[in-house]
């Protein structure tokens, strides 16, 4: 007999859960924002090459096909989009494979919204609320810009130092061999171990101005200061964690399908596994998206934060380990 | 042996990292959310006991260890090598060099049960069972109804251990021990 067949979190939790979740759905309604849902199937995966997608095999109206689960419901989202929804958010159940530990659990609840119309910063702003909904002693906002933690805590600029200075202080501060590693795998481990944990202590940090490599499916802008080209999103943390994602949405068609196709390049050349192509969504670009911000926030880590608990886990009725 | 990639390690498992069998401690997941994933993990060098902290990119592996605990009883030692029988009725003895035997040298006792490590069938490491029944061969008088107060004096016990105990034990009695600490329970 098994013993382990308890939930993660406790029932108090739970209805504690169930009430940020309320909370956030009246949040929405308030503010117009239609609730939707969107197939955790697709014929399409994402092509990230950090994101790796559970596929399976099942009888559609075409016969026997590969379906993927997605990792968030950004592409039949923004389908409805350029269907004409106007702003919509949804409280999505995501699948990442291999995504299994304190903060996360191979699916998760990731609560997406779409603002057409928007500027990055007005969702900053919104997201802020959002937040502090659930969080309202989370201290003051703090927008930086993706270069000045990296100054302050490694002396370093991220945009401009020689990527075998980089290589050197990574592999110093991960003790690994970063020696063969690109630049974006660097500034990665780099955010992941030293910056990240400095964030979100006391105030609500907002970090913009990503390098346009890390761009996934935002824009690209030239930084008006000094001309380095940086990717419009924005990342929100709390108490060490990373809570929000949000992107001015990329809304070329010819662009994505780019952007597609060199992800699975990408992924060839790593020896991942290559990923079905959304050539709906680039068709749903083509037809017309209207310009504005999206965001994808990790409910299971806000409610973990809103009620003081240690990982995801604890606000889940059976994280995977037991499911 | 197998490799074992990140996404198999778990705390427990036992894996080869710079020519060493080590255990895993701690496995901890990072990742940026569009970002490339690690593990930060902490494995305990199953030699020298040191505990070392690395990152591994997601998707880099290590060789597993061929690391095997067993339970063996104390028999003797000759001076040189320390020697040890396993329980499973195999009667299969192992010698163990002084180094490997480290710390739990001031724990043995005949017949008691060690949990004695091998890494490609030589012995790395003992450890004593967390509780043992030890005879004081060495301490001041005790102090007659002195039962209760503190203070505490030092006593040198059959196995060569020096704990701390009541005033109120005398030589020739036998002693619970907690070899985790080397704290002094009760009388046996």
């Known amino acids: ?287 017309g998206m209207p310009e504005g911000s999206g965001v994808a926030l990790g409910v299971d880590r806000l409610i973990q934060l809103a009620l003081g608990k240690r990982s995801v886990a604890e606000v889940m009725a059976f994280a995977t380990a037991i499911c | 042996m197998a490799n074992y990639s990140t996404n198999e390690f778990k705390a427990g498992l036992k894996v080869m990292l710079d020519g060493d069998p080590c255990n895993i401690v701690e496995n901890e997941f990072v990742k940026p959310g569009k970002g490339q994933a690690f593990n930060r993990v902490k494995l305990r060098n199953l030699i020298t006991g040191r505990v070392w902290e690395r990152t591994f990119k997601s998707g880099e592996s290590l060789e597993g260890a061929d690391v095997l605990d067993l339970e063996m009883e104390y028999l003797y030692n000759d001076g040189d090598m320390w020697y040890f029988m396993r329980t499973d009725g195999s009667f299969e003895q192992y010698p163990v060099a002084k180094k490997a035997l480290g710390d739990t040298e001031k724990w043995l006792k005949e017949q008691v049960p060690y949990t004695v490590t091998l890494w490609n069938d030589n012995v790395i490491s003992v450890s004593p069972p967390n509780f043992i029944e030890l005879e004081v061969v060495e301490t001041d008088p005790g102090l007659k109804g002195d039962t209760a107060q503190g203070g505490s004096k030092p006593a040198t016990l059959s196995s060569g251990a020096v704990v701390k105990v009541p005033l109120f034990i005398n030589q020739g009695e036998v002693l619970k021990v907690d070899t985790r600490s080397g704290e002094y329970v009760s009388r046996a």
């Open chain 1, 1 to 287: 007999m098994l013993n382990d067949w308890q939930p993660t979190a406790t029932i108090e939790t739970l209805r504690q859960r169930a009430r940020c979740l309320a909370e956030i759905r009246a949040f929405f309604a308030e503010r117009g924002v239609l609730e939707v849902e969107t197939p955790l199937l697709g014929h399409a995966g994402s092509t990230d090459l950090h994101l790796d997608s559970l596929s399976l095999t099942a009888t559609t109206p075409a016969g026997r096909e590969r379906l993927w689960l997605q990792t968030s419901p950004e592409f039949h989202m923004k389908r409805l989009l350029a269907a004409g929804s106007g702003p919509i958010f949804q409280l999505a159940r995501s699948f990442r494979d291999g995504e299994v530990g304190q903060r996360h659990n191979l699916e998760f609840t990731m609560l997406e919204w779409y603002r057409p119309g928007f500027s990055l910063t007005d969702l900053i702003d919104e997201t802020e609320a959002l937040i502090r909904l659930l969080l309202p002693d989370a201290g003051p906002r703090r927008l930086r810009r993706y270069r000045e933690p990296f100054r302050e805590h490694l002396g370093i600029d991220p945009f401009t130092t020689p990527l075998d200075e980089l290589r050197r202080l990574t592999s110093e501060h991960g003790n690994l061999d970063m020696a063969d590693s690109p630049r974006d795998d660097c500034l990665d481990l780099l955010m992941s171990l030293v910056i990240e944990p400095t964030l979100g202590h006391g105030s609500i940090d907002v970090i913009v101005d990503y390098p346009a490599s890390q761009a996934a499916l935002a824009r690209r802008r030239y930084d008006p200061e000094d001309g380095t080209e940086v990717a419009a999103r924005f990342e929100t943390y709390v108490q060490g964690l990373e809570l929000a994602n949000g992107y001015d949405e990329l809304t070329d068609g010819a662009e994505q399908a780019a952007r597609f196709a060199a992800d699975n390049a990408e992924r060839e050349k790593a020896g991942k596994p290559l990923v079905d192509v959304d050539m709906r969504l680039v068709a749903a670009l083509n037809a």
